[in-house]
């Protein structure tokens, strides 16, 4: 079965770092595009970045050139490099296997429990 363990959230101050980490398994992980989600208290969730096998990436407006997404197939991790973090990325971060098709990515079914990333002074 497909299995997603995210990592490495925490309590940060406005600016500070963090760096999650997803392990997956049960997947053809070089088949897929992996990609980080958030949910916030009272949102829907909503896709962070995404990156394919070769390295190819996409972030949302909100954390370009704060975030960087980053995986290693051969060790199946998939990682998010968070800089400079704001109060409103506090969130549960997902991460997420997929694919593009239709002009998006569309991510699988399987969700981790998530990882719980609170920005707060």
């Known amino acids: 079965q497909v299995q997603l363990v995210e990592s490495g959230g925490g309590l940060v101050q406005p600016g500070g770092s963090l760096r999650l980490s997803c392990a997956a398994s049960g997947i053809a992980f070089s088949l897929v595009v992996m990609g980080w989600y958030r949910q916030a208290p009272g949102k829907q969730r909503e896709l962070v970045a995404a990156?394919?096998?070769?390295?190819?990436?996409n972030y949302a407006d909100s954390v370009k050139d704060r975030f960087t997404i980053s995986r290693d197939n051969a060790k199946k991790m998939v990682y998010l490099q968070m800089n400079s973090l704001k109060p409103e990325d506090t969130a549960v971060y997902f991460c997420s296997a997929g694919y593009y098709g239709g002009g998006r990515y569309n991510p699988n079914d399987s969700w981790g429990q998530g990882t719980q990333v609170t920005v707060s002074s």
């Open positions: 990156i394919t096998s070769g390295g190819s990436t």
